[in-house]
């Protein structure tokens, strides 16, 4: 089975360096390629944050309140919200603090 990376080359890395660097407009010598990455989309989701509010705020006025846009309809790079995870009981830090002492259960 091939590599994805079979027919990258030098060029094609250094590509995708100077690529997120332009976008973030930083110089990229100090940044490696996953420091410009985390850059890069935390610049593209602050656009994305400005371009949904305008979106609502543009469109809004025209739409039923039942159709209303919200920036979470239309934001790609939204996270859904964490499922709440239900806090420990005293069995699990029993059993937490055996597992750091090396008692087995």
Known sequence: ???IFENFNRSHFRRAIWEHA???GVHPDPYS???LEWMCKGRMSHDWN???SLICYTANPWLDKR????TEKIHPFLEKMAK???PPNRADWQKFKAAFKGEKQ
Do not use: C, Y
Request: aromatic share 6%.
């Open 33 to 35: 390629l996953r420091e």
């Open 1 to 3: 089975m091939p590599s």
């Open 50 to 52: 400005i371009f949904a």
């Open 67 to 70: 159709h209303a846009l919200t």
């Open 22 to 24: 332009g976008i973030v």
């Open 84 to 86: 709440k995870v239900k």
